[in-house]
């Protein structure tokens, strides 16, 4: 089958959908060329992001990838949700397809970019490696 | 409820080409070329499906069919015929569209690797391409016009006579990849001034891994495969004559239904058509009406299409996308590209390709489900988001 049942599961049932109206942090990655956008918004208090909601425009692997970063962050500190991988993503889905792999990739940049954008809001200070990252470029 | 609406990439085998080809693997399975009995029952099985498809398309002679391993190989072999065989005599330029199938393309930038000269030409926006143009780029060392009969996209119908009289008239040769039109839309090789055509028989019923190749006669084939002299020394191997006797009752079966099967698969096609019109933001691609009977190709903005069509294989309808995602090669449709359709909108497409099997229940039923798939995926989209709100700007 083209997608295993964690895949399926995710991209059927997605978890977190939605948006946060005063959200810490948002960001979006992707464009409508590629045909992979992802939005995430952050609420985060304390350090600890208490709820994270998401909104994507893409295949199966691209909703279901979203899903679980979601779900892989919710609850967690910043500094737990900057150490996400997408790998560990690809993996929590039992895996991916090789040409997909690169929609994960899309859910890590995506979980940076509102990361980034909560520090630039709330004016805190952004710790380096956030500071010096780019998300990826889709060819 | 499960409904296959996926015909235009292949079609379930009718009862006649199964049990045409059930008889031939119980009965016929001498080898034609031996000259023994149990080889000659199987030869005459070979000529009466040559016959067959022969008679199908209005060839001069039978003996202008070859059965190749399905519609590419005959493609291949038709451009590298036309081309290394005309080069000798000067012609090193070739013409087709940029929407063909890649079985087309891929061999063009081969022969273009191999010094030909290549224009792509692109059709109008309704996907039909302007016979005018053809004639523009018609050069004195053109040697072969490869247009399609109908685009397996978004189906629309080339003018298929058109082209074959302006290439008699130059003397180029005229080849036409027919994969999608064989025994959906009326095909006559001399009337219509076609020199070569391909086809495959898993688009009408027939098996996977067998078609055909007609040239004319007085054209040279080169050998795309070497060795033995079966199909005239121009295509080696034993030939499958199970598969090849299949599809042959399936395209003679399908051209004797396909007046009254097209009244059905339009009536269909037509009513999904007017179903999926009250969606915003979405379109039709391809001409309404210039187009193949069960065909309907429509983009809609903000979503994409594999997710709209993994949903809507949960619901049971089987159907295909020219997203980006949806491919193999991960590039979005070139044939909506290349027909000026938005990449934003070929990542919102659908291609429903319907047959005499379905029925009205079953397009009631896709049209329903689109919808909800449709409005639950831009429900869950940013970009849609972005479009309503005027941040983006609608394509469609």
């Known amino acids: 089958m083209l997608y295993t049942d964690k895949v399926m599961d995710h991209f059927e049932n997605p978890r977190n959908v939605g948006v946060i109206e005063d959200a810490s942090g948002v960001g979006e990655v992707g464009n409508p060329t590629c045909g992979d956008i992802m939005k995430m918004y952050l609420k985060i208090e304390n350090d600890v992001i208490v709820d994270v909601k998401f909104k994507t425009f893409g295949c199966g692997s691209a909703i279901a990838t979203s899903s679980m970063a979601t779900e892989l962050i919710k609850g967690k500190s910043i500094n737990e949700a900057l150490e996400l991988t997408n790998k560990a993503v690809v993996e929590a889905l039992d895996g991916l397809p090789a040409r997909k792999i690169h929609c994960s990739v899309l859910a890590e940049d995506a979980i940076r970019m509102a990361l980034k954008d909560y520090y630039t809001k709330s004016g805190k200070e952004m710790p380096e490696e956030l500071a010096n990252w780019e998300p990826h470029e889709e060819e | 409820m499960r409904v296959y609406a996926d015909n235009a990439a292949t079609t379930y085998m009718s009862e006649t080409a199964m049990n045409e080809m059930i008889d031939c693997l119980k009965n016929y399975n001498g080898n034609p070329n031996s000259l023994h009995t149990d080889g000659q029952v199987t030869q005459e099985k070979l000529d009466q499906a040559r016959a067959k498809v022969a008679k199908a398309i209005n060839a001069a002679r039978d003996n202008e069919i070859y059965f190749t391993s399905g519609g590419s190989e005959a493609d291949n072999q038709a451009l590298i015929s036309a081309a290394r065989g005309l080069r000798e005599k000067g012609k090193k330029h070739l013409i087709t569209l940029n929407i063909e199938h890649h079985a087309i393309l891929h061999t063009m930038r081969k022969l273009e690797k191999e010094g030909f000269e290549v224009t792509y030409l692109a059709p109008e926006a309704n996907g039909i391409v302007d016979v005018e143009k053809i004639k523009a780029a018609m050069r004195d060392d053109t040697a072969l016009v490869s247009i399609m009969f109908a685009n397996n996209e978004m189906g629309a119908v080339q003018p298929i006579a058109e082209i074959g009289a302006a290439c008699k008239e130059r003397k180029i040769l005229f080849h036409t990849d027919a994969v999608q039109a064989a025994a959906h839309l009326p095909i006559d090789v001399q009337a219509m001034n076609i020199d070569m055509l391909s086809m495959s028989g898993h688009k009408f019923h027939g098996p996977k891994g067998v078609g055909a190749l007609y040239a004319r006669n007085g054209i040279r084939l080169l050998n795309v495969i070497e060795g033995g002299a079966q199909e005239r020394g121009k295509r080696a191997g034993t030939v499958n004559v199970p598969a090849i006797a299949s599809m042959a009752a399936a395209l003679e079966e399908g051209v004797a239904n396909m007046e009254e099967n097209n009244k059905k698969v339009i009536a269909l096609r037509d009513r999904l058509i007017e179903g999926l019109s009250d969606i915003p933001h979405s379109k039709l691609n391809g001409d309404p009406e210039k187009r193949l009977p069960g065909n309907v190709n429509y983009s809609f903005e903000g979503v994409e299409g594999e997710s709209l069509l993994l949903a809507l294989d949960n619901y049971g309808i089987c159907c295909s996308s020219g997203s980006a995602c949806t491919s193999e090669s991960l590039d979005p449709s070139h044939v909506l590209l290349g027909m000026g359709v938005p990449v934003e909108a070929a990542h919102?497409?659908?291609?429903?390709?319907?047959?005499?099997?379905?029925?009205?229940?079953?397009?009631?039923?896709?049209?329903?489900?689109?919808?909800?798939?449709?409005?639950?995926?831009?429900?869950?989209?940013?970009?849609?988001d972005e479009l309503l709100s005027g941040e983006r700007e609608h394509c469609i």
Do not use: A
């Not at chain 2, 390709?353 to 896709?366: A, G, H, K, P």
């Open chain 2, 348 to 384: 919102g497409s659908l291609r429903f390709s319907l047959n005499e099997q379905n029925t009205e229940e079953e397009v009631d039923y896709i049209i329903e489900k689109v919808h909800k798939v449709v409005d639950l995926y831009r429900k869950m989209s940013p970009f849609w």
